[in-house]
């Protein structure tokens, strides 16, 4: 009778915050998996962005710098009154970063310091690492010498 076929094991192991991590990563797996891969997750753009100026200690110290902001040029401005961002000072809403970052170059050049706010689900990419396991090797293993905090079972035909 023959042995059994040895069935190999093929993980997704993360994920990490950059590709710089994900390759350090990957170089800690080398004998303990065969044909490792990076992956990309790309992340989620927010829904839109705000500038803001951050909140003024009272009202009257946010007044005066809008009486600064007028004097600048710029004519688009909300006191904010109530909540988190009582006294802040938006300058903008915008639907796209590059809109909302031209914005805040303008105010940071007439010497304002403004902030980008995202609105919405904001995600950033992710890296993780597809391998399969050397013979031996188990997937607890493979996921500690990989620094992972996540694995996931794959098809070891997506490797080929």
Request: aromatic letters at 6%; glycine letters at 8%.
């Amino acid at each position: 009778m023959p042995p059994p076929a040895v069935v190999q094991e093929c993980l997704r192991l993360g994920p990490f915050a950059a590709e710089a991590e994900a390759k350090a990563a990957l170089a800690r797996l080398a004998g303990m998996a065969e044909q490792p891969r990076l992956h990309e997750v790309p992340g989620k753009a927010a829904s839109g962005y705000r500038v803001l100026i951050p909140a003024a200690a009272s009202r009257e110290d946010a007044q005066a710098t809008v009486k600064r902001i007028v004097d600048a040029g710029f004519s688009d401005y909300f006191i904010i009154a109530q909540g988190d961002d009582a006294n802040a000072i938006a300058l903008g809403q915008y639907r796209n970063r590059e809109g909302a970052e031209r914005r805040l170059a303008s105010l940071a050049a007439a010497g304002f310091a403004a902030t980008l706010v995202p609105s919405g689900n904001e995600t950033p990419a992710r890296w993780w690492i597809d391998a399969a396991l050397a013979a031996g090797t188990g997937a607890a293993a493979a996921m500690r010498q990989a620094g992972a905090t996540q694995q996931q079972s794959l098809d070891c035909a997506r490797l080929r």
